[in-house]
């Protein structure tokens, strides 16, 4: 009897979760962030759905044990039920994970703009072309923190003389940007949560990856993957500007 109004219990508690659901993660500020949402509730909801008519069957079927004081011999159309029960329920987990693999890969963008990531310990930094359109040559000899050069921009090579290093990353909204991360010591993980993405950083790799943000703001730059002693201290800002605001910007600089 305890067992059963213990699941009953439950039941309803995991009732309330579904339908006054807790705020789950910060606003989306991409389409796939949003597809990554709208997953994470049909998931939600469907499995919710399955769990809850799972614990009121069982709970039914002890109450109703317990209140006939027996127990029921093990029969050929229980373990016939018991197995189609699995199979469906192993069927609506894959059909959730094939649905769910589109949202998550989307398709290259055509002409994004470029914008290079360093990641080092315990800091980010980002380089953007000059009027030019192109990178200067980068060394690891010529990285110095201290003298203005965190991503090593080889002082002899014409084309890097304009090129722009902030500690910053900003982005116009509305329009495609390729990050080409990079990565100076040990693996780092470039991760917003607003993007719903994190994408690891491999020291002699440059690794690319495609955003599109939709929503104007500041948001945090954090390191998920645990790379020394002032990991946590590893953050950095995103700031998503309107165009034309970025367009001013890009020309003070």
């Known amino acids: 009897m305890l067992l059963g109004l213990i699941l009953l ?9 579904i339908t006054h659901p807790p705020v789950w993660f910060p606003v989306a500020i991409t389409g796939p962030a949003h597809a990554f949402d709208g997953q994470f509730t ?3 909801w469907v499995t919710g ?17 317990r209140a006939a004081n027996s127990v029921p011999a093990p029969s050929s159309s229980g373990v ?4 189609l029960a699995a199979a469906a329920m192993i069927a609506v987990e894959v059909a959730l994970a094939a649905h769910g693999s589109s949202p998550l890969s989307h398709a290259t963008a055509k002409n994004p703009e470029i914008i ?8 980010w930094n980002f380089r953007y072309p000059g009027p030019d359109g192109v990178f200067g040559r980068v060394k690891t000899e ?3 923190d201290a003298a203005g050069n965190p991503v090593g921009i080889d002082p002899s090579d014409s084309r890097g003389n304009d090129d722009v290093v902030v500690s910053t990353l900003r982005i116009p909204a509305g329009r495609p940007v390729r990050l080409m991360l990079h990565s100076r010591d040990v693996i780092h993980d470039f991760f917003v949560r607003e993007l719903r993405t994190k994408q690891d950083i491999v020291p002699g ?6 955003v599109l943000a939709d929503r104007p703001g500041q948001y945090e730059i954090a390191c998920a993957e645990l790379c020394g ?8 800002v995103l700031l998503v500007m309107p165009a034309e605001d970025y367009d001013q910007w890009k020309l003070k600089h």
């Open 9 to 17: 219990i439950t039941t309803l508690a995991a009732c309330l979760l």
């Open 49 to 65: 759905i399955l769990f809850i008519a799972a614990q009121l069957l069982l709970a039914g079927i002890i109450l109703r044990r």
């Open 229 to 236: 002693l002032a990991h946590n201290q590893m953050h950095g």
């Open 80 to 83: 016939r039920a018991s197995l």
């Open 42 to 44: 049909w998931t939600l």
């Open 142 to 144: 010529f990285i110095a």
């Open 116 to 123: 290079e990531v360093y990641a080092h310990q315990f800091a």
């Open 205 to 210: 790799m440059e690794i690319p990856l495609d």
